[in-house]
Nanobody, 127 residues
Framework: QVQLVESGGGEVQAGASLRLSCAASGRTFSDYTMGWFRQAPGKEREFVAAINWDGGRTYYADSSVKGRFTISRDNAKATVYLQMNILKPEDTAVYYC???????????????????WGQGTQVTVSS
């Protein structure tokens, strides 16, 4: 089992930055591809970003976040981060981190590919 705990969410003005953290415990953190997903009210959960086991490869959703968000990880701290810059009201959502034992990069955007999930952290961006 892998336990994931997100933190760092909050309410900010448009244009601000936030850094989300997700602390993992239970198994060897570096065995897992880590991902961030988000779910806005009334919408389906969507892929935001993912990172492979050693941080050498990162993946992002389309232009809605690419260039503004950066995913990173610190295996020594068993933590994955999501740096979010130039936040927009449409970024408002609950953000979840997830862990996948599948290293196949073709599936990093699929939530069904992740076995473990955190409880989520709310990000609210006001205009």
């Amino acid at each position: 089992q892998v336990q994931l705990v997100e933190s760092g969410g909050g309410e900010v003005q448009a244009g601000a930055s936030l850094r989300l953290s997700c602390a993992a415990s239970g198994r060897t953190f570096s065995d897992y591809t880590m991902g961030w997903f988000r779910q806005a009210p009334g919408k389906e959960r969507e892929f935001v970003a993912a990172i492979n086991w050693d941080g050498g490869r990162t993946y992002y959703a389309d232009s809605s976040v690419k260039g503004r968000f950066t995913i990173s990880r610190d295996n020594a701290k068993a933590t994955v981060y999501l740096q979010m810059n130039i936040l927009k009201p449409e970024d408002t959502a609950v953000y979840y981190c997830a862990a996948s034992g599948d290293s196949n990069s073709a599936y990093v955007h699929l939530d069904t590919n992740y076995e473990y999930w955190g409880q989520g952290t709310q990000v609210t961006v006001s205009s």
